[in-house]
């Protein structure tokens, strides 16, 4: 393994290049190697490093996706293998069953889904169709996002796209360091399965509920679309970059951030803040009972 100078300089490369607040960089960047100097991460293995490091990042910049990751699995240090990590995250996908868990139908006619990951929108988006036609017939909508790690952007604004009547709702927009460009996300026109749009939908959030699960969440209860029920999520509202920085160790840097429509901010550092605050073990069936009383 590359020396912990190296690896830590050429993280803190990839953070000045890519994050997305460049007026925070000086400050990382003196954080760290101060540490440095005074031998904060001498005699440290590979993962007890990688922990000391993040901590220290969000000590500095207190952005849940600025991190230092330990991987068993051996990455690729060419540059012409560097794709921000999406070959990497289109395989866990594939592995996952696009990130849908289960799909089941409960008592009163309600349906649930469980949702692991937010699968990219051309690759998820049969498996989301095959889902969401599942539950086509059913009253009302549990979407269980306490176990949901993130995923895509479009494949959030994809799931969205279910529980409204067409193509004219903006849900928001996200701005990209990199190009220096905003793009925005919109409802969309074609899908898979029926629409979900005229009947109550709850989302089961819990502490670890996180960056893409968080979007789902935030942007149907901002949209008045959704009851958020459980506990305040993580709080990570970053589109993130993976770079491989030794053999077994990655560094995520913040490229771009998300700026909701109805509300002009995001999640970041807050969470979401749900509607209904329950310990999330209780989650499904607050919600559960919630929507059975208004059948």
């Given at each position: ?21 460049p007026e925070k960089v000086a400050a990382i960047e003196a954080a ?132 409204f009547p067409d193509d004219q709702i903006h849900l928001n927009d ?122």
């Amino acid at each position: 393994m590359p020396t912990t100078e190296k690896i830590i300089e050429s993280a803190l490369d990839r953070i000045g290049a890519g994050y997305v607040f460049p007026e925070k960089v000086a400050a990382i960047e003196a954080a760290i190697r101060s540490r440095l100097t005074a031998g904060a991460y001498e005699g440290l293995d590979g993962p007890a490093l990688c922990a000391a490091v993040t901590a220290h990042l969000q000590e500095v910049c207190p952005d849940k996706h600025l991190r230092l990751l330990w991987t068993d699995e051996p990455q690729s240090l060419e540059p012409v293998d560097e794709d921000g990590g999406q070959a990497a995250f289109l395989a866990l996908l594939r592995a996952e069953n696009q990130g849908i868990r289960r799909v089941e139908r409960l008592e009163g006619n309600i349906g649930l889904i469980e949702i692991t990951r937010i699968a990219s929108a051309m690759e998820g988006a049969s498996a989301i169709g095959a889902a969401m036609q599942l539950v086509a017939h059913s009253a009302a909508l549990v979407l269980d996002l306490r176990g949901c790690f993130g995923g895509a952007p479009e494949g959030a604004a994809l799931w969205c796209s279910y529980f409204f009547p067409d193509d004219q709702i903006h849900l928001n927009d996200i701005y990209d360091r990199t190009s220096d460009t905003t793009r925005q996300y919109w409802t969309t026109a074609h899908l898979p399965a029926p629409r979900y749009t005229d009947r109550p939908v709850h989302i089961l959030t819990s502490a670890v509920t996180f960056s893409g699960g968080e979007d789902v969440s935030y942007t149907l209860q901002a949209q008045g679309r959704a009851v958020v029920v459980g506990e305040t999520t993580r709080g990570g509202a970053h589109p993130t970059a993976r770079y491989a920085v030794a053999e077994h160790v990655l560094v995520t840097v913040p490229v771009a951030r998300s700026i909701n429509t109805v509300t002009g901010g995001n999640w970041e550092g807050t969470g979401v803040v749900p509607d209904i605050a329950v310990p999330a073990e209780q989650a499904l069936e607050t919600a559960l009972k919630a929507l059975r009383s208004g059948l």
